[in-house]
């Protein structure tokens, strides 16, 4: 049996293969509000970076912000959002950036377009129970959505669809950080190998 020392090496070994690729890939982390997707990209970019691969994270909040101001949370709009997000991957795909992104995608025909559109698409489905994400709410948004004070809000007022056949599917309220990261990690090197 290997030990986690040995695991390590191999993950390792794999990543120096995956820093060497010709076209960087985008990691979609894509799960319900709350579920850990921001902090799971974080790490996850962290971890790359320190393996020599050029990263950047980019988080569903933060573009909607910079970006996407004006757009609201209909279906149109939120396809819209997506749009720009896989517009600047790509860029940075084609630049040698490796970008990792935390953003719900909640819909099916979403994701669907992100992998006809990026080059090197590895989607990460974060399953977390909605009871969970609605306990780790700090900002309070799933009982506001409950209460009807938030219209279209996904896994209340609007659906989530899950990944039928996500790359990786992570589990964040059993496993840790460092233990979904070390996942995502292994399955990247596992398709870095096949694709060099």
């Given at each position: 049996?290997?030990?986690?020392?040995?695991?390590?090496?191999?993950?390792?070994?794999?990543?120096?293969?995956?820093?060497g690729w010709k076209v960087?890939?985008?990691?979609?982390?894509?799960?319900?509000?709350?579920?850990?997707?921001?902090?799971?990209?974080?790490?996850?970019?962290?971890?790359?970076?320190?393996?020599?691969?050029?990263?950047?994270?980019?988080?569903?909040?933060?573009?909607?912000?910079?970006?996407?101001?004006?757009?609201?949370?209909?279906?149109?709009?939120?396809?819209?959002?997506?749009?720009?997000?896989?517009?600047?991957?790509?860029?940075?795909?084609?630049?040698?950036?490796?970008?990792?992104?935390?953003?719900?995608?909640?819909?099916?025909?979403?994701?669907?377009?992100?992998?006809?559109?990026?080059?090197?698409?590895?989607?990460?489905?974060?399953?977390?129970?909605?009871?969970?994400?609605?306990?780790?709410?700090?900002?309070?948004?799933?009982?506001?959505?409950?209460?009807?004070?938030?219209?279209?809000?996904?896994?209340?007022?609007?659906?989530?669809?899950?990944p039928t056949h996500p790359?990786?599917?992570?589990?964040?309220?059993?496993?840790?950080?460092?233990?979904?990261?070390?996942?995502?990690?292994?399955s990247l090197a596992r398709?870095?190998?096949?694709?060099?």
């Amino acid at each position: 049996m290997e030990t986690d020392e040995e695991a390590d090496a191999e993950i390792e070994r794999r990543l120096t293969e995956l820093s060497g690729w010709k076209v960087a890939a985008t990691i979609w982390l894509t799960g319900l509000p709350s579920s850990g997707k921001t902090t799971t990209a974080f790490a996850l970019a962290a971890a790359l970076r320190e393996s020599g691969v050029k990263v950047e994270c980019l988080d569903g909040d933060e573009l909607r912000r910079k970006v996407g101001r004006e757009l609201g949370f209909s279906r149109e709009d939120r396809l819209e959002n997506i749009r720009r997000a896989v517009y600047i991957s790509k860029l940075l795909n084609r630049n040698g950036v490796t970008t990792v992104i935390s953003m719900i995608a909640p819909y099916a025909e979403m994701r669907d377009y992100a992998r006809a559109e990026l080059e090197s698409y590895v989607e990460v489905y974060v399953h977390c129970p909605l009871e969970e994400c609605i306990r780790r709410d700090v900002k309070g948004l799933y009982a506001k959505a409950i209460k009807g004070e938030i219209a279209a809000f996904t896994g209340i007022s609007d659906i989530y669809e899950p990944p039928t056949h996500p790359e990786v599917t992570i589990h964040t309220h059993t496993n840790g950080v460092e233990s979904n990261v070390r996942q995502i990690l292994d399955s990247l090197a596992r398709i870095g190998t096949n694709r060099s």
